[in-house]
Antibody
Framework: EVQLVESGGGLVQPGRSLRLSCTASGFTVGDYAMSWIRQAPGKGLEWVGFIKSKPYGGTTEYAASVKGRFTISRDDSKSIAYLQMNSLKTDDTAVYYC???????????WGQGTLVTVSS | QSALTQPASVSGSPGQSITISCTGTSSDVGGYNFVSWYQQHPGKAPKLMIYDVSNRPSGLSNRFSGSKSGNTASLTISGLQAEDEADYYCSSYTSSSTLVFGGGTKLTVL
């Protein structure tokens, strides 16, 4: 059974950093791209970014709203994907979902999400 | 990249059919057959319902179907049931090699 479990969320002050982790099981993580999607309280879904699998170059793409501040990485030996978030803003407050991305375009498995609150 | 345009809400009675539209541009919806749809119940993670415009994941009810014409994709739910009441989001691949979601549609089953 495919499972994605996010961790690392919490309360953080504006301007600080936070790293989220996504631990995957039930499939060979190295064969898939992984993506992060967020949802602000009471709002819709917003794609954050993805990282392709290493056979496809392990390249990353990001939404304009987070480019230059957020970085996605992966450790296939541990079956973990990461979302490093720097220079956090109050607008980054959201539930962050880890997803498996079937390239180029659909998210077939989702984690339960982890809440990140950016507030002073 | 601007969000795709969806109606804020739609409604229907049990047994009826409803259609949710998702309008983009030739740089996303109209340019690729890579539109997907997601269902989200309150407090839950989204669930994939349709991918690549009209394909259903294995095991999903055939009451859900997808289509596309020009820059607009559509999700149709037939034989509406109470458990279909949820938020629905479309998503598309874009010419920038990124992905974009619609604003979401709240489906109410009357």
């Amino acid at each position: 059974e495919v499972q994605l479990v996010e961790s690392g969320g919490g309360l953080v002050q504006p301007g600080r950093s936070l790293r989220l982790s996504c631990t995957a099981s039930g499939f060979t993580v190295g064969d898939y791209a992984m993506s992060w999607i967020r949802q602000a309280p009471g709002k819709g879904l917003e794609w954050v970014g993805f990282i392709k699998s290493k056979p496809y170059g392990g390249t990353t793409e990001y939404a304009a709203s987070v480019k230059g501040r957020f970085t996605i990485s992966r450790d296939d030996s541990k079956s973990i994907a990461y979302l490093q978030m720097n220079s956090l803003k109050t607008d980054d407050t959201a539930v962050y979902y880890c997803t498996r991305l079937v390239v180029p375009a659909h998210f077939d498995y989702w984690g339960q999400g982890t809440l990140v609150t950016v507030s002073s | 990249q601007s969000a795709l345009t969806q109606p804020a809400s739609v409604s229907g009675s049990p047994g009826q059919s409803i259609t949710i539209s998702c309008t983009g541009t030739s740089s996303d919806v109209g340019g690729y057959n890579f539109v997907s749809w997601y269902q989200q119940h309150p407090g839950k993670a989204p669930k994939l319902m349709i991918y690549d415009v009209s394909n259903r994941p294995s095991g999903l009810s055939n009451r859900f179907s997808g289509s596309k014409s020009g820059n607009t994709a559509s999700l149709t739910i037939s034989g509406l049931q109470a458990e279909d009441e949820a938020d629905y989001y479309c998503s598309s691949y874009t010419s920038s090699s990124t992905l974009v979601f619609g604003g979401g549609t709240k489906l109410t089953v009357l």
